[in-house]
């Protein structure tokens, strides 16, 4: 059974997710294979480039002159007069249905089992890709965006109701796409798998099951503290509070929540910590608002990289406004780190502490401030912590168990 998985990037936490799916689904003896716009090196021939429509020599001159669009041109136009420009919106994505990208003209999608597609923003065209596609498909939500519209989470589709108009029109048009077609759903957590059972996206009956993200947790490990922190140049008696994710400016990860609530802990104990996180750089106003020790990493390119960081802290916060399922809360558990993380989508899944943390209402930075100074100031309550947050990791993201449940879902959707 060949299975050809379909995504922008193997990046990030979907694209790494995505990454430790293929490998599981690989152990098991299926023959899965990656389709991304670069794929990175060391997979040799598991991965192949995405090719790129070139448009007639006719067309691209009408182009030029203001007199031809494509569909996604079209779109991207009222997308930017309804909302300006992407550096300036205030969402963090929105993807469109059209592309010039035909992952469709690709060998591999033609000899197909069966079509998995990811994360797939800006290198699909779910009209002609779907029009094309013969074989069974499945849709692995790393996010909300297969079933809103452009949108990826539901809270910027709230945030911006001058797009609304827009989000209903690219949400029909990747309804009608499917209409019609053999589709099972992968939810990465049993709140995406809510969340889209009632969103009433998909056609009825569609199968929609719960596959978290695998695990290897004999790299994902604890390892002594001292020396951890000593690798990092960090002083072994400063309390080390971590955070993490692919872009520190993504407002939705929360990163100037944690700081404003770290500027909140009584003057005793926040003189006793230092911040180190990893991921790309903030900008030059956020890096501002820092008024503590602080160690940036910049983006980790190796899993070695990441667990030597997380291994270095001695609290772990995921402060995201919204979060399908919260990897690097599920990689800082494994590493025997005690996390700390809102009351939200997936991460209630991931961290079952996190509403005891909380408590009910809204997350505020206020909120997270008194967790923090709660487990930083108890270092048993942290290593209790610990010690139960890397027992569930080990139970419920094995690499073969998962793997076992991936490849009988593929085989199922064959059937």
């Not at 100074?373 to 094995?398: F, K, P, W, Y």
């Amino acid at each position: 059974m060949i299975v050809v998985h379909i995504a922008t990037s193997l990046a990030g936490g979907a694209g790494l997710g995505l990454l430790r799916y293929h490998r599981a689904l690989r152990a098991q003896g299926v023959d899965s294979r990656l389709l991304v716009l670069k794929p990175p090196a060391g997979l040799g021939s598991e991965a192949d480039s995405i090719t790129w429509q070139k448009h007639p020599l006719p067309f691209r001159l009408a182009q030029r002159l203001g007199l031809a669009h494509t569909p996604e041109q079209r779109l991207h136009r009222r997308l930017v007069a309804l909302a300006g420009p992407a550096d300036a919106a205030a969402y963090e994505l929105f993807t469109l249905p059209h592309s010039d990208y035909r992952p469709e003209d690709h060998p591999w999608v033609q000899s197909a089992a069966v079509i998995n597609l990811h994360w797939v923003a800006g290198i699909l065209d779910w009209p002609r890709f779907l029009g094309t596609c013969t074989q069974p498909v499945v849709l692995t939500l790393h996010d909300q965006q297969p079933y809103l519209g452009g949108f990826h989470y539901a809270l910027d589709a709230a945030a911006n109701p001058a797009l609304a108009v827009l989000e209903a029109e690219v949400r029909t048009i990747k309804q009608r796409a499917l209409q019609d077609h053999r589709l099972c759903v992968i939810a990465n957590s049993a709140w995406n798998a809510t969340e889209a059972a009632a969103s009433g996206f998909f056609p009825a009956g569609t199968p929609i099951e719960t596959i978290l993200y695998p695990l290897d947790t004999t790299l994902y490990a604890p390892r002594p503290k001292a020396a951890a922190k000593a690798a990092l140049d960090l002083a072994a008696n400063q309390l080390v509070v971590g955070f993490a994710c692919e872009n520190l400016n993504n407002r939705r990860k929360g990163f100037a929540d944690l700081v404003a609530a770290l500027a909140l802990l009584p003057a005793d104990l926040r003189g006793k910590i230092t911040l180190l996180s990893f991921g790309r750089d903030p900008a030059t106003d956020l890096r501002a608002l820092v008024n503590l020790p602080w160690r940036h990493l910049g983006y980790l390119e190796t899993e070695e990289a990441k667990v030597a960081a997380y291994a270095a802290m001695d609290l772990f916060v995921a402060p995201s406004r919204a979060e399908a399922f919260g990897l690097t809360a599920i990689e800082a558990q494994a590493t025997g780190v005690p996390v700390v993380a809102t009351p939200v989508g997936g991460l209630l899944e991931a961290v079952p502490t996190a509403r005891e943390d909380y408590g009910e209402g809204s997350p505020s930075p206020e909120h997270l401030a008194a967790a923090l100074e709660r487990l930083l100031s108890d270092a048993a309550r942290r290593e209790q912590r610990a010690t139960n947050g890397r027992q569930s990791v080990i139970a419920r993201h094995n690499p073969a168990a998962v793997g076992r449940q991936l490849a009988d879902f593929h085989r199922r959707a064959c059937a």
